[in-house]
């Protein structure tokens, strides 16, 4: 049963949410549909943002430009500078901000109403974005090193003897390599697909508590449910944030390992 | 008395055992390292987020999980 169906046909049960609930029809009956008309208007309304932020440039900055500032010298200082070293990270801040901004703002529509979908929980977006940030930290790993010198820094520890290299060197490969865009791509994309399937769980299932149930108990039980929707609402502003930290917080790390030297 | 419903959940409250033992282990060191160097707290408290969040995708994976797997004959 989809949201829809619940939405606007006759109750037929009790609502059970599941994945069917994040397939959206597209909108008018083409192959547009509702995450993508979302991420080009996060990027409109990101440029836009920034743009009205950084256009003054004072020297004194006003309110508006003084909270951009903020979140940029969160993302400089406490992401870029902290993890990849103050000698060379000026050139990945761009693309750490941008993709921070990009997933705080995509993160942030699950919760924004009438919006209301988090654009993220389709796996499409994060693996696009993972993909992107695992073409960067290789990419400036092999302009540093080259790459059979890249690609002996990530495989190959220091300090380690002969015979264990055959062993360590594949395990080193898998994980430094293969599985990081797919490990960054499942945190993110579980966790707001789950986030926002609870809070379609307990708001449904407060509504069918309410409205469609007859015993007295049940009514307690569905005052309950919308008062712990409204709660994980409030966890979610929490883990919204915290995954769109985490997701550039790990990207530069890699960064920072890919470009570190020997030692 | 019928209980209906998917075993899936209690597999979801067996998993929520393991990243809450780990989330309690790294805000309980999260707190002693603050208690003994308060100046450290920015720092510490970046690498107890990472931590934080890392020990907390099992859970949320296995939740999202519980919802998509569905038995077959339901």
């Given at each position: 049963?989809?949201?829809?169906?619940?939405?606007?046909?006759?109750?037929?049960?009790?609502?059970?949410?599941?994945?069917?609930?994040?397939?959206?029809?597209?909108?008018?009956?083409?192959?547009?549909?509702?995450?993508?008309?979302?991420?080009?208007?996060?990027?409109?309304?990101?440029?836009?943002?920034?743009?009205?932020?950084?256009?003054?440039?004072?020297?004194?900055?006003?309110?508006?430009?003084?909270?951009?500032?903020?979140?940029?010298?969160?993302?400089?200082?406490?992401?870029?500078?902290?993890?990849?070293?103050?000698?060379?990270?000026?050139?990945?801040?761009?693309?750490?901000?941008?993709?921070?901004?990009?997933?705080?703002?995509?993160?942030?529509?699950?919760?924004?109403?009438?919006i209301?979908?988090?654009?993220?929980?389709?796996?499409?977006?994060?693996?696009?974005?993972?993909?992107?940030?695992?073409?960067?930290?290789?990419?400036?790993?092999?302009?540093?090193?080259?790459?059979?010198?890249?690609?002996?820094?990530e495989?190959v520890p220091?300090?380690?003897?002969?015979?264990?290299?055959?062993?360590?060197?594949?395990?080193?490969?898998?994980?430094?390599?293969?599985?990081?865009?797919?490990?960054?791509?499942?945190?993110?994309?579980?966790?707001?697909?789950?986030?926002h399937?609870?809070?379609?769980?307990?708001?449904?299932?407060?509504?069918?508590?309410?409205?469609?149930?007859?015993?007295?108990?049940?009514?307690?039980?569905?005052?309950?449910?919308?008062?712990?929707?409204?709660?994980?609402s409030?966890?979610?502003?929490?883990?919204?944030?915290?995954?769109?930290?985490?997701?550039?917080?790990?990207?530069?790390?890699?960064?920072?390992?890919?470009?570190?030297?020997?030692? | 008395?019928?209980?209906?419903?998917?075993?899936?959940?209690?597999?979801?409250?067996?998993?929520?055992?393991?990243?809450?033992?780990?989330?309690?282990l790294?805000?309980?060191?999260f707190?002693?390292?603050?208690?003994?160097?308060?100046?450290?707290?920015?720092?510490?408290?970046?690498?107890?987020?990472?931590?934080?969040?890392?020990?907390?995708?099992?859970?949320?994976?296995?939740?999202?999980?519980?919802?998509?797997?569905?038995?077959?004959?339901?």
């Amino acid at each position: 049963m989809t949201l829809a169906s619940i939405a606007f046909g006759a109750v037929t049960g009790p609502p059970s949410p599941g994945p069917s609930d994040f397939d959206l029809p597209g909108i008018a009956g083409s192959a547009v549909t509702k995450p993508m008309v979302l991420v080009a208007l996060s990027v409109v309304l990101i440029v836009a943002l920034f743009y009205s932020m950084a256009r003054p440039a004072a020297v004194v900055p006003g309110r508006l430009q003084f909270a951009g500032e903020l979140v940029y010298g969160f993302v400089r200082n406490g992401i870029a500078r902290e993890n990849i070293g103050s000698h060379d990270f000026q050139k990945f801040v761009p693309f750490l901000f941008s993709l921070f901004l990009f997933v705080l703002v995509n993160n942030f529509y699950g919760l924004i109403p009438v919006i209301q979908f988090p654009t993220m929980s389709h796996i499409g977006y994060p693996l696009s974005i993972a993909v992107l940030a695992w073409l960067v930290y290789n990419g400036a790993g092999i302009a540093k090193k080259g790459f059979f010198g890249y690609l002996k820094h990530e495989t190959v520890p220091p300090g380690m003897d002969k015979w264990i290299l055959p062993l360590l060197v594949p395990l080193e490969f898998l994980s430094n390599i293969i599985l990081r865009p797919i490990t960054l791509t499942l945190r993110l994309f579980a966790t707001m697909f789950a986030g926002h399937l609870l809070v379609i769980l307990f708001s449904l299932g407060g509504e069918y508590l309410l409205l469609h149930s007859d015993p007295v108990l049940n009514k307690v039980a569905g005052g309950f449910s919308v008062v712990l929707a409204i709660a994980i609402s409030f966890l979610e502003i929490l883990v919204m944030f915290l995954q769109a930290y985490v997701f550039t917080l790990l990207t530069s790390m890699y960064i920072s390992e890919a470009i570190a030297d020997e030692h | 008395m019928e209980t209906i419903g998917t075993l899936n959940m209690v597999g979801l409250g067996l998993a929520a055992i393991g990243p809450g033992i780990g989330v309690g282990l790294i805000f309980a060191a999260f707190v002693t390292g603050v208690a003994r160097q308060p100046e450290a707290e920015g720092k510490l408290r970046q690498i107890a987020i990472l931590g934080f969040v890392l020990a907390e995708q099992f859970f949320i994976i296995g939740l999202a999980l519980a919802f998509v797997l569905k038995a077959s004959n339901t």
